[in-house]
């Protein structure tokens, strides 16, 4: 059991000490993660939050390694789909979460994380449950847009440990969570197409399994965000609304929270290359075990192990990219998470050709291994970038951020719908390529960028780990937003 730790001089409060050492001058937030410590509110919603998101990834994906069953004909025991109709649908299931991770962003600035992620994974779940009713390509493509929705507790998922940890682990962090929760892609590969559907098959016809098996993810799902909705806080001094009850908090406009993470072109850029390599993910997800089937022959079962080590990748991966983003921070600030974030890029467009040329089935597996490290790296590296662009709006630019991988996916989807697997792969390693190049035009306030720009005393003083008080010498600064946009913020009620 860990010590506790004080919090400071008692005030209005939900807990007076904490598990975790925190920065009394960053609203509690913690500077430090200890893994094994399930305490509250810090390491509590950290877990929440890879916990929450695993499943909804694995509720969101759960239907992917069993279509090439689905799309069978009805004598073989699936709907009859075409290749068309399958990226349809594969299109529909990221569509339906770009829209609701614009909107969850500004929510999450508004009412915290909890609750959206609670409601969110109950609300997915019940058209996951419904799988078994999908009779043509029409209902599939509907089915999974609505599972979609429950891909954007991403954002939820982010902003939550925004909130809980400083900007000096605020990468590490991010990225654990990020990774973990995005392991259920993979796990869902493995469980339902090589554990739970040959399962079902041993006590019913193959139509029947595929169409009860979702039931099992449904009903994980469902529970679990109920369960985070009770057992978990919105930030480190309690929850948003007994902190604007008690006046700990200001009430914040979500319309308002939008606009100013909106009108930062850093946001659209980090959009772009966040869509380069989340939404490959999502893509690869998505396209990984049919791509298997067809061009080596694997049976459904052995595609979906194969497919699934993509998504195996970010148990370490994620975390990876933004631990590494943390330390050449730390010797070089804002302009080595820049070259760290342009050289991944680059790597993984060039990773993608070589790919998409390989003819051997281990060469293959091999790539796709250092392949995936390299795509879920970048994820990391992007939000160790996030939270210092605008720090009063972390929410909104989070829901931007992530709405690009979505964007991304669909694109990318798209391209895999109208062309052959060689050049929608040509197209995706092209883009990646493309937005590595986008690094060098990232300026954030305050901070050097690869081409212009100076960092503040502020900046250096944080990175450097100097600065006249114990605060700034132990915990990374940002420079303070704008006054205009704090009094925007706080002024424009919703």
Known sequence: MSTAVASGEAEIKKYQTYHVKVDPDQDDKATEIKLCNFGRPHMRAFHCSWMGFFTAFFIWFAIAPLLPVIKKSPEEGGIGLSRQEIWTSNICS?????????????????????????????????????????????????????????????????????????????????????????????????????????????????????RTVCIVPAVVGFFLGLLIIFISDDAPKGNYKEMKMNGTMPEISAAASFRSGAMNINTWLLFLQYGCCFGVELTMNNAAASYFVNEFGQTVASAAAIASIFGWMNLFARGIGGYVSDKVNARMGMKGRLIWQGGLLVVEGVLIFVFANTKSLAGAIVLMVIFSTIVQAAEGSTYGIVPYVNPAVTGSIAGVVGAGGNVGAVCFGLGFRQMDDLQAFYLMGGCVLASGILTAFISIKGHAGLLCGEDSEQAIAAYKRTGETPAAATTLQVPEPDAEVVEEIEGDKA
């Open 94 to 210: 990221v569509l339906g979460t770009t829209f609701m991770r614009f909107i969850n962003g500004p929510m999450c600035d508004k009412y915290g994380a909890r609750i959206l992620m609670g409601v969110l994974l109950m609300f997915a779940s019940i058209p996951c449950a419904l799988t078994g009713l999908v009779n043509d390509a029409a209902s599939l493509a509907v089915l999974r847009f609505f599972i979609g929705l429950g891909g954007s507790t991403f954002v939820c998922c982010q902003f939550w440990t925004s909130r809980m940890f400083t900007k000096e682990v605020a990468g590490t962090a991010n990225a654990l969570v990020g990774g973990w929760g995005n392991l259920g892609g993979g796990v869902t590969q493995l469980v339902m197409g090589s554990v739970l559907f040959p399962l079902f098959q041993t006590g019913m016809s193959v139509e029947m399994a595929w």
